[in-house]
């Protein structure tokens, strides 16, 4: 099968399947699924969804959360992966938004990546869920089976690479949705340790390129 062939046919599952998709984060403004992207790194979004309750009804904005301090923040976050490196990024990340950007998270990558704790990966994330943009966020999970499937080469062994490989196939208009898709399959069907080839309805158009 031809790469895009393969592309077309899964794009097209995709499409049909989960045409309304989204972050599985709970967040109430731009600046709430910022601290939820930077939370979730190395951790999961159930965790995650279980911590920023609380923790966003003490601090919900960046004004309030660039008054606090790294202990401060810690206490509420304590249960998730890294929490003392976590809450020193959110920290400075909350105050360089208060002296360069008036408080409001900025839509542009190259500004998103000045934010202390913010990588490609995460302001892709933010690009593409708060501000409708065609980029796409490349986690273990999107790297994971952009292989298995088929859909990159063994060359392109960064996240970066599979980025540029990925949206030189997908059409512009699926970008936003194609992390989500990607992602929630490696998630519940393409699992790290044993995908579940089974039940996965794309099977037949997959590679099976398992390492």
């Not at 105050?95 to 008036?102: A, C, D, G, S, Y």
Request: proline share 5%; net charge neutral.
């Amino acid at each position: 099968m031809k790469k895009k062939e393969r592309y077309d046919l899964i794009l097209g599952h995709f499409r049909e399947r989960m045409p309304l998709v989204t972050t599985e984060l709970d967040f109430g403004s731009t600046f709430q699924l910022l601290v939820a992207v930077v939370l979730s790194a190395q951790c999961t979004d159930k965790r995650i969804n279980q911590v920023t309750p609380d923790l966003f009804a003490h601090y919900p904005d960046a004004q309030s959360m660039a008054k606090a301090e790294e202990e401060d923040i810690f206490e509420w976050i304590r249960s998730v992966s890294y929490p003392n490196a976590k809450a020193k990024h959110l920290v400075e990340m909350a105050r360089v938004l208060m002296e360069k950007f008036n408080g409001e998270v900025p839509s542009t990558l190259d500004e998103l990546l000045t934010l202390p704790g913010v990588g490609r990966k995460t302001a892709n994330v933010i690009q593409s869920v708060a501000f409708g943009k065609a980029t796409l966020a490349v986690d273990t999970h999107v790297f994971r089976v952009a292989h298995r499937l088929g859909l990159v080469s063994k060359s392109d062994n960064t996240p970066y690479k599979v980025e540029m490989a990925l949206t030189k196939y997908i059409p512009e208009e699926d970008i936003p949705n194609a992390h989500h898709w990607l992602l929630l399959h490696g998630r519940y069907v393409c699992t790290a340790r044993k995908p579940h080839c089974e039940k996965c309805e794309i099977s037949k158009y997959c590679a099976k390129i398992i390492s």
